[in-house]
């Protein structure tokens, strides 16, 4: 049971770690305590939203454009319903959950027993990395630890719960991030949910009604301190957020540190969700909510976190290929993000062997073969004036961020081949190109209207098209 697994953290008083000391650090105007590294008592960053959110964005991330999420745990074994399916399986009294486990498994099965079954038999990194590469992707975000409390690598704080002492016998963090920094140019980060469901440490914090913070100082913060120190990921994603505030979390704190004295400090950016009310007000990125895309220009930088899998985040054996994302839609979804100033982060969900399923692969590498000719119209890029042409919403723009060059990016060619367009006016001397070819399009200006005449064969049955405006 977890709650076994757990209980010794009872016992735990922590003063030190292998890597840092720490030190008792009350926030300004703030009446909690959290433990954190020497080093962060003279800082360039201080401990309020006020200080952090003068931090600039990396550049990185912004030129980056497009992501992989992985969602991969021990909810990948029963790979039923969604990646929540402890949750489900505990909270609901009938229903499907507790259909599927009465009919597969006996009644005395725990979910810490699917833990054997996730082996990660299949497992290969460097193919992955591969994968990633071929996708067009910039950079990864792989899951570190769910809701369930599983770490996909060997924490001291875990207490066997991970995926070396149980399940795979390796470390699976460890391992990704090595294959990714040998055998390609993409960064790497990592997911982690700030709460556990059922950790017994973080339940009676919540019944104290977060008034005590016996699960932050004695695992959460610790985790990623972790984490950083011996992985020095360059995105923090966190989760789990949302039922205490960030003063309960530490948030600030950790981020201060982070911005300052961390190994990853002038690199790494992190998103908004670090405590109830935070998202969207706070980080270097925001996300907001799951599958966030605005469709307008915003002010601040933003992710559109989505999946492939229309239903879940992490793998389910039973879904049929309606629930599938096609690769028009995820192009769609790429372009309508880019243009209005966002990072698209697209999530795959490997199998309990450590597969990712073809279908996904076909997705991916869809997604590169089509960035392989129009990546210049989304890899270092910025907003243009216009986010979609106001006659058709299946025309989106983007610019380059140095050069006087606007892409038009195309999703739906028009049955006629010929384009109308009448956010964009051409002056004498435009050039018109389609990315991919060299050859120059015939266009005409006439009052509002800038008409551009397709040559039907570049359709070539593509799930969108990018035309390149060069104007004098």
């Avoid at 960064?187 to 709460?195: A, E, N, R």
């Avoid at 950790?199 to 695992?219: A, C, E, S």
């Avoid at 989760?239 to 190994?263: C, I, M, Q, R």
């Avoid at 990712?356 to 004036?385: H, Q, V």
Wanted: glycine fraction near 6%; proline fraction near 5%.
């Amino acid at each position: 049971m977890i709650l076994s697994i757990y209980i010794i953290l009872n016992s735990l008083i922590l003063c030190t770690s292998q890597e840092s000391q720490y030190i008792l650090v009350t926030a300004d105007n703030e009446d909690s305590e959290t433990f954190w590294p020497l080093e962060t008592k003279v800082n360039q960053y201080v401990p309020t939203w006020e200080s952090l959110d003068n931090r600039p964005l990396p550049n990185w991330y912004d030129d980056a454009k497009f992501g992989i999420f992985i969602h991969w745990g021990v909810f990948s074994v029963p790979s039923f319903g969604s990646e929540w399916f402890w949750y489900n399986w505990q909270e609901e009294h009938t229903g499907k959950y507790h259909d599927f486990m009465k009919q597969r498994y006996p009644p005395n099965f725990t979910y810490q027993d699917f833990a054997h079954e996730f082996t990660a038999e299949f497992f290969n990194a460097t193919q992955w990395s591969e994968l990633f590469q071929a996708s067009g992707a910039k950079y990864i975000v792989m899951t570190s630890k769910h809701h369930e409390g599983y770490t996909l690598w060997p924490s001291k704080y875990s207490f066997s719960w991970n995926s070396v002492d149980i399940g795979p016998r390796k470390d699976l963090i460890g391992e990704m991030a090595t294959a990714i920094r040998e055998s390609t140019d993409l960064k790497f980060g990592v997911y982690h949910s700030l709460y556990e469901w059922y950790n017994p440490h973080y339940l009676f914090d919540k019944q104290n009604n977060f008034t005590t913070q016996t699960f932050v100082k004695q695992k959460t913060i610790l985790e990623l301190l972790e984490l950083i120190e011996k992985y020095k990921p360059e995105v923090i994603w966190s989760d789990g957020d949302w039922e205490a505030s960030d003063t309960y979390w530490g948030s600030k704190e950790f981020l201060a540190w982070l911005y300052n004295k961390s190994p990853v400090k002038d690199t790494v950016v992190v998103n908004d969700r670090w405590g109830k009310n935070i998202p969207c007000h706070h980080g270097d990125f925001y996300t907001c909510t799951d599958r966030f895309n605005p469709g307008v220009l915003l002010p601040h930088k933003w992710e559109n976190c989505m999946t492939i899998d229309r239903k879940s985040w992490g793998f389910r054996r039973n879904a049929v290929l309606s629930e599938y994302f096609t690769l028009p839609e995820l192009i769609k979804e790429l372009a309508v993000t880019v243009s209005c100033g966002g990072n698209l982060l697209l999530n795959v969900g490997p199998t309990k062997d450590g597969i990712i399923t073809p279908i996904f692969e076909e997705r991916l590498r869809g997604m590169g073969d089509w960035l392989k000719i129009n990546g210049e119209a989304i890899y270092s890029t910025k907003p243009w004036i216009a986010q979609n042409d106001t006659l058709t919403s299946n025309v989106w723009y983007t610019q380059h961020k140095n050069k006087k060059q606007i892409y038009v990016i195309i999703l739906e060619w028009p049955s006629d081949s010929i384009l109308h367009l009448e956010s964009l006016k051409a002056p004498t001397g435009t050039q018109i190109s389609l990315l991919g070819s060299d050859q120059l399009i015939e266009w005409k200006q006439n009052g509002k209207t800038l008409t551009i005449f397709l040559q039907t064969e570049f359709h070539k049955g593509e799930p969108a098209w990018v035309l390149k405006i060069k104007q004098k």
